[in-house]
């Protein structure tokens, strides 16, 4: 199995305890050799909700990311969470 996340790849991130989902849109690598990647978030309202406020509150502020570090990224195969929801339906 790679490690390596490409473009075009599902992963995930943790926002204030919730999982959200995306797939990866493009990758940079900085001059300090860390790959930076953009992601296109899916069904991802309530991260919005809150950064919506954020601004509602502070327009100058600089809240959100629009690119994320490797390390704050973790791919996952659609097949992988396939697997992990049939596991909990069982056991339900």
Same mark, same amino acid.
């Given at each position: ?20 989902? /995306? ?6 690598i ?7 990647? &953009?992601?296109?978030? *899916?069904? =991802? ?14 327009p100058? /502020?600089?809240?959100?990311?629009i ?9 996952? &195969?659609?097949?992988? *969470?396939? =697997? ?9």
């Amino acid at each position: 199995m790679r490690s390596a996340i490409e473009i075009g790849d599902l992963v995930w991130n943790g926002y204030s305890g919730r999982l959200r989902f /995306g797939r990866v849109t493009g990758r940079r690598i900085a001059e300090s050799g860390w790959a930076y990647y &953009t992601v296109d978030w *899916l069904r =991802d309202e309530k991260y919005q909700k809150a950064i919506d406020y954020y601004y509602s509150i502070n327009p100058k /502020g600089n809240y959100g990311l629009i690119e994320y570090k490797a390390g704050q990224l973790h791919r996952v &195969t659609p097949e992988r *969470l396939t =697997d992990i929801m049939q596991a909990y339906s069982a056991d339900s």
